[in-house]
């Protein structure tokens, strides 16, 4: 093997096995690099040693002393391995410890070993010994960590912050060979450390305040990455070209004649932003930026109006069949009365006769607009002129599947992204810098806001009778299981849990149906709640993401105080969609005045951005957007919360590419943009 450098796979470097690996690649950390950059989120504070007597129940603390036993076994009840051991301290007191499904830990255990332990302390309730379970532990000669701190890592199942410490240790001699994208001259004018004392410090600090330069410099190198790769995407997209969509006064007119309603205000300024860029012959690259509900399907459909006038194709992509199927409905009705077109779907379930139809509508022509699924990317697709492409819930896709949808045809498309939670500003600029921005912020009138309630546990009964009276009125309710980060086996498995509990104990006389991520015919599932199949649909937080179901009037949020604001502001949307009066019922699992407060701004407003904004602030930009799927670290999203320094970034990034515009004096700082256009959702 080569010397291990910072593109070295983890696997390789440090000789782990095919679950590690893949444990590791499921945070995102694949190289040495990935995994160096990867400082602690936080700390766990257990302060300076005590002795076992002072120790307290329910109370974090350290404690050094003697290994006097050590021993695994199986647990008889639920076949667990259980590793055990018992620490003796200087004064005789016996502390036990208690590991649960990690028997590498038992091999490294020795009786007379000297250990220092840290977790929290609990009492037996079998033979009222004290305990800690699953504590940190390193032999006592081993370097201290920051004053009795040990590091918390992101993690995932079988994964614990104290390996992945080890790891880190055995890798930080790799830290000097880390390539700098930041330019030294930045570095000193903004007083930034280099990339490996910031490693360095970032993982081994010797005080909290070094910790947070070291987060502060790698978010600021991060950002300053990004900004470079928009940069640069552009400029390409600058340099490609497109056929221009020229705009037809008639076409619109037509448009609006035949919707039904009037386009508010912001509609009207989005499509007006996007035909300005349709003329262009260099190809539209375009967010638009609005609430779950604000109308943003009318804005993609009176984008492909001028396309089809102008004899061009529109491709609409969606995450999910039932979504796709909705589109279809939506632009059938808001296109086919008003022009000579057809509207198709694409997806993968079409029986073979009607799948060919379209395909061969589709390379002809006589297709003009083609919904669908990831079917839409499959090889055997062509269109004829693709003139537009527009992605909806854009954050569900990768770059490379945006990149294919827009191969479909020999010339360029232009490009529309839908998003579906409403994104603040700087965010916006921070993650999708390299797309122009629409935002629609007003919402069609008429609406009656869905009436909020936040539910303390003890009224849960209340909650439940209010599902009955509505169902028996002849509605439909979802219930949301608490979100779970683990991994999305175990958010299925709770939530047929809370499915089987809720059919038997809560609901016995009602239709329930289930939907989960797990679930093969999730699609169907939900097409037939929607169809009234069901009374009430139990379904895990991920996957009812913009069904529509008019008749659906309430939505019971469990465990809502796990949810960040903008997750629940979503979920909220999915009632209030008919005539009917809705609400949105939040249950708290953790009571406490600070978490019931932050869900009684969800009960107060109904502004989708405020909330994000809120929630940005409350919990960090890196939660608005779920589980870390944005590719972008907690670093560069906490640095974000200081509102000029996007901007100072931005400024330092043009002044960069404009002083250099290959950065051939910063090749680091080009690679690092180049591997940022490839891996994250810069498109
Ligand atoms: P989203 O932005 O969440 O994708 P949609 O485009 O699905 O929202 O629109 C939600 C609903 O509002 C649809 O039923 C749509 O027909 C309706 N709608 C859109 N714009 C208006 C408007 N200006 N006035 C009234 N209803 C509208
Ligand atoms: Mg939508």
């Avoid at 010994?129 to 504590?135: A, D, G, K, Q």
């Avoid at 009778?465 to 608490?482: D, K, N, Y």
């Avoid at 949105?584 to 994000?612: K, M």
Wanted: hydrophobic residues 45%.
């Amino acid at each position: 093997m080569a010397d291990p450098g910072p593109d070295t796979p983890l696997g390789e470097a440090l000789h782990l096995g095919a679950a590690d690996r893949r444990r590791l690649a499921r945070l995102g950390l694949h190289t040495v690099r990935d995994l160096l950059f990867d400082l602690p989120f936080g700390w766990e504070e257990y302060g300076a040693p005590v002795t076992v007597r002072e120790l307290r129940p329910g109370e974090p603390a350290t404690v050094v002393g003697t290994l006097v036993a050590v021993g695994a076994r199986r647990s008889p009840r639920r076949g667990m391995q259980l590793t055990e051991a018992v620490l003796q301290d200087e004064a005789g007191g016996r502390l036990r410890l208690v590991w649960f499904n990690q028997p590498f830990v038992a091999q490294r255990l020795e009786r007379g070993q000297r250990l220092r332990v840290a977790g929290a302390v609990s009492r037996s309730r079998y033979d009222s010994w004290l305990e800690m379970r699953n504590p940190h532990h390193e032999p006592v000669a081993a370097p201290r960590r920051v004053g009795g701190l040990m590091p918390k890592y992101h993690l995932t199942a079988g994964l614990t912050s104290r390996r992945m410490a080890r790891w880190v240790e055995q890798l930080l001699p790799l830290a000097d060979r880390l390539e700098d994208p930041v330019p030294p001259q930045t570095r000193e004018r903004k007083g930034l450390w280099g990339v490996a004392e910031a490693v360095r410090r970032g993982h081994q600090p010797s005080s909290l305040s070094e910790w947070r330069r070291a987060r502060e410099r790698m978010g600021y190198a991060e950002l300053l990455e990004l900004q470079a790769a928009f940069l640069l995407a552009r400029r390409r997209i600058a340099a490609e070209r497109a056929t221009p969509i020229p705009y037809r006064q008639e076409v619109i007119e037509a448009f609006k004649a035949n919707l039904g309603f009037q386009l508010t205000h912001a509609q009207r300024r989005a499509i007006w932003e996007v035909y300005k860029d349709l003329q262009q012959p260099i190809p539209m690259n375009r967010l638009i930026n609005g609430d779950v509900g604000s109308g943003k399907t009318a804005v993609a459909a009176a984008a492909a109006a001028m396309a089809w006038a102008a004899g061009l194709q529109t491709a609409v992509m969606a995450p999910t069949e039932i979504l796709a199927r909705q589109h279809l409905a939506k632009f059938r009705a808001y296109l086919e009365p008003a022009f000579d077109l057809r509207v198709e779907l694409l997806v993968s379930g079409l029986p073979t006769a009607e799948r060919r139809r379209v395909l061969e509508a589709a390379a002809q022509g006589s297709c003009s607009v083609l919904i669908g699924t990831h079917a839409l990317i499959e090889a055997d697709l062509r269109l004829h002129a693709l003139g537009l492409a527009v992605v909806d819930e854009q954050h569900r896709f990768g770059t490379r599947q945006r990149e294919l949808l827009r191969q479909k045809s020999p010339e360029r498309p232009h490009f529309l992204a839908m998003t579906a939670t409403p994104i603040p500003r700087t965010l916006a600029l921070a993650l999708y810098g390299e797309l122009a921005h629409s935002v629609i912020d007003q919402m069609p009138p008429g609406r009656t806001p869905v009436e909020t309630r936040v539910v303390a546990p003890e009224q849960l009964e209340a909650a439940y009778r209010l599902v009955r009276e509505e169902i028996a009125r002849g509605r439909q309710a979802f219930v949301i299981c608490p979100f779970i980060e683990e991994s999305e086996a175990v958010a299925a498995r709770a939530a047929t849990a809370e499915f089987e509990r809720l059919r038997r104990e809560v609901f016995p006389d009602l239709r329930l149906a289930l939907v989960h991520g797990r679930l093969r015919d999730k699609d169907q599932v939900m097409a037939e709640f929607a169809a009234g199949a069901s009374d009430v649909l139990v379904a895990t937080p991920v996957v009812e993401v913009g069904v529509d179901v008019p008749n659906a009037t309430v939505m019971l949020i469990e465990g809502a105080d796990r949810f960040g604001l903008a997750q629940l502001h979503q979920l909220r949307g999915r009632v209030g969609r008919g005539a009917h009066r809705s609400y949105c019922l939040l249950l708290a699992e953790d009571p406490s005045e600070r978490s019931l407060e932050r869900l009684q701004l969800l009960a107060s407003t109904a502004d989708g951005f405020r909330l994000a904004q809120e929630d940005m602030r409350l919990r960090g930009a890196g939660e608005l957007l779920g589980s870390r799927q944005h590719g972008v670290s907690d670093e560069a999203m906490e640095a974000l919360l200081k509102p000029e320094l996007l901007s100072e970034v931005r400024q330092e990034a043009e002044r960069l590419l404009t002083e250099d515009p290959e950065l051939q004096r910063w090749p680091q700082l080009w690679q690092a943009a180049e591997r940022r256009l490839e891996r994250t959702s810069v498109s």
